[in-house]
Structure formats: structure tokens, C-alpha cells
């Protein structure tokens, strides 16, 4: 199964703009990008998905390498409550057996 | 909000006994998924199930055993806890098709003593 990599933490000041890189050199065609965040004490929430274009929605961005072995989530200004662990998935287009986390991005922003 | 229930929500048991957390939906997806999450290692996949009665391992599951003999019902049973097993359980479902986002449960606290 294809695997993803991140950082383990980054901080960010508040109301700045942060960019959270995650790595999929193995991804293949059909395998969706998802973000995930969790905030302390609560379950995963979906943040956005994309295949191959730029994404944005109301909660963030994600910006796709050409080659697709890279994203970037974009928060465009960073809150308190955006203190979270980020988390960069692939989702196969079919199939969704096997749906496995790393550890992360353990993200702080500061005031 | 994808309907999803676990219970129980917090649980506190002794080496050697069994545990069952059970997960329900409402929605009628194929997948379910339970996940553990410990300090320092993210979410770890136990167990995922693609229909009734179809069920397969993930990357952690030794110590465990799931059952789903109902859709909406997806169980994780800890035959004889140990107290590595202590951690927090995470069920999760997602859509059959397309790019179908997971759903994540409020989580299931168990303690093993």
C-alpha cells in the first residue's frame, strides 16, 4: 500500500499562513490525496481530498505536485483552533481496504 | 455526521478479561474500519471489514479479533486484554465510491489494569 510521509510537528504564529507538506512518491493513478485533522481529544475530520488539481474549500487548500508525489494543505491564516495533528492519507479510487495513517504533523500556532 | 456510535465510550478492565467495543452505523456503508491510536504513533489500523462477514487485518492486529454479522454493526473483541491493549479505539467508515472521505467515531477510551 502506498505510504505517505510528513513532518512530525511545525508551528505557525497566529493569523499567518502555513503550509503543511506531506509526500506520496509511490502513489499510483487512481489514489485520491485526503487530509485529515484532529483536534485534541476528539476523532479524526475530514479536511479536503484531491486527485490531480488544486482544491480549496472552506476550511483549507491542497496544492498537487504535477508529478503527484507531493501535496501541500494550505491554511491561509492560521487560528488557535487549527492547533491539530494533520494527517496526508491515499485513497485508492475502488477500494478502500487497507486506509492506513502515519503519525502525522503535529501542528502549534502560536499567538 | 455519518451516524456512528461506539460503545462503550470509556472502559476500564483487568489483564486477562475479554473486551468487546462494538461500532454502529446507520447509513449502511460496505467499509468499516477500527483504528487505535497511542501516543507518538498516530492512528494504526487493527481491523477493516468490506461487507457482512468479510473482514481482514490490518497492520496491528494480533490481540484482536473483529465480527460483522450486520451491516450497521462492526465489533472489535479483545479476547484476553492485555495492557499494551490500552489505548484509544477510533471506529471509522467511508464511502463505497468515488473519493469517499472517512467518518471517524468519537473514540472508545479503554484501560487496561
Known amino acids: 500500500d502506498a505510504k505517505t510521509t510528513q513532518p512530525n510537528s511545525m508551528e505557525s504564529n497566529e493569523e499567518e499562513p502555513v503550509h503543511l507538506p506531506c509526500n506520496h512518491s509511490?502513489?499510483?493513478?487512481?489514489?485520491?490525496i485526503h487530509w485529515y485533522r484532529q483536534l485534541p481529544s476528539q476523532g479524526p475530520e475530514y479536511v479536503i481530498h484531491g486527485l490531480t488539481s488544486n482544491v480549496n474549500n472552506r476550511m483549507a487548500s491542497l496544492a498537487i505536485a504535477e508529478d503527484r508525489k507531493s501535496s501541500t494543505l494550505i491554511l491561509h491564516r492560521a487560528t488557535l483552533r487549527d492547533a491539530a495533528v494533520y494527517y496526508c492519507?491515499?485513497?485508492?479510487?475502488?477500494?478502500?481496504?487497507?486506509?492506513?495513517f502515519g503519525s502525522g504533523t503535529q501542528l502549534t500556532v502560536l499567538p | 455526521d455519518a451516524g456512528i456510535t461506539q460503545s462503550p465510550r470509556h472502559k476500564v478492565t483487568e489483564t486477562g478479561t475479554p473486551v468487546t467495543l462494538r461500532c454502529h452505523q446507520t447509513?449502511?456503508?460496505?467499509?468499516m474500519y477500527w483504528y487505535r491510536q497511542d501516543p507518538g504513533h498516530g492512528l494504526r489500523l487493527i481491523h477493516y471489514?468490506?461487507?457482512?462477514?468479510?473482514?481482514d487485518k490490518g497492520e496491528v492486529s494480533d490481540g484482536y479479533s473483529v465480527s460483522r454479522s450486520k451491516t450497521e454493526d462492526f465489533l472489535l473483541t479483545l479476547e484476553s486484554a492485555t495492557s499494551s491493549q490500552t489505548s484509544v479505539y477510533f471506529c471509522a467508515i467511508t464511502l463505497d465510491r468515488g473519493p469517499g472521505e472517512l467518518f471517524f467515531g468519537e473514540g472508545s477510551r479503554l484501560t487496561v489494569l
Open positions: 509511490t502513489i499510483s493513478g487512481t489514489d485520491y
Open positions: 447509513e449502511n456503508h460496505r467499509y
Open positions: 492519507i491515499l485513497r485508492p479510487t475502488g477500494s478502500a481496504r487497507q486506509l492506513t
Open positions: 471489514s468490506y461487507g457482512v462477514k468479510d473482514t
